[in-house]
């Protein structure tokens, strides 16, 4: 009779650590897995963060270096229109603000509105020719082209980097990978309305003298100005 009942706890006890073992394997082979899922998928969108960080760091440098440039030129404009102060106000403003900046929105913003006011400076040189003319001027409106030729071609990397996150991010497994890591979507450089339009232009030329109004003749009144 106990050799049996031995046989039947053996039994037991087989089944049972068979049980347990399997439940082993599977929660491995579950813990594998999301580790196999969740490495690659976090490892992406840190990566794709990183990338599109590194992207601005390139706008940045060549906004920096536009940034150099402004000083020399607004005064070398100041030395011929001495009238444009809000202009130069507007300059000094924006680029105080980039500075300030403490994200990449605010930097973008303050970089659209220093464009704008750009524009309206380099488009005083059609209304002062002498400023055309300036060797100074020329070599720094030279330096300054090749500065934005700069500044458009990072900018475009930059939101190639910042569309790829931005996507991924929005979409599954992306976002809880975004979660986990704490990665937010970066906002997109573009450039606003009132930098890519053309200053208005404004005529400072002298304007030629009225010709004076005819003396009244025999038979003919003067006319009498309105509100009079």
């Known amino acids: 009779m ?3 009942r031995m046989r039947d706890k053996r039994s037991s006890c087989g089944a049972a650590i068979g049980v347990v073992a399997l439940i082993v394997i599977v929660l491995v082979i579950l ?3 999301a580790i196999a899922l969740f490495v690659p998928g976090y490892n992406r969108v840190i990566g794709l963060d990183q990338a599109a960080t590194q992207a601005w760091a390139d706008v940045d440098a060549q906004l920096q270096r536009r940034l150099d440039l402004i000083p020399n030129l607004v005064a070398t404009v100041q030395g011929y229109a001495t009238h444009e102060k809000e202009i130069f106000e507007n300059i000094a403003q ?3 603000k980039y500075f300030q900046a403490d ?3 605010g930097r973008i913003e303050a970089s659209n509105e220093l464009s704008g006011a750009l524009s309206r400076l380099l488009f005083l040189q059609e209304q002062y020719p002498q400023l055309k003319a300036n060797q100074n001027f020329l070599a720094l409106q030279d330096q300054l ?3 934005e030729n700069r500044i458009a071609v990072a900018r475009t ?3 190639q980097a910042v569309n790829t996150l931005n996507t991924y991010i929005k979409g599954l497994p992306g976002s809880l ?3 986990w890591a704490g990665v937010q979507p970066k906002p997109y450089f573009e450039t606003t309305e009132a ?3 053309a200053p208005p232009k404004v005529d400072f030329s002298p304007q030629p003298a009225q010709p004076p109004a005819p003396a009244p003749g025999p038979g003919r009144v003067q006319p009498v100005p309105p509100g009079q």
């Open 2 to 4: 106990r050799q049996p």
């Open 31 to 33: 813990v594998v897995g």
């Open 94 to 96: 924006a680029r105080t």
């Open 103 to 105: 994200n990449i929105a």
């Open 145 to 147: 082209e090749g500065t």
């Open 157 to 159: 990397r930059y939101n």
């Open 177 to 179: 990978f975004a979660g």
């Open 195 to 197: 930098a890519r339009t």
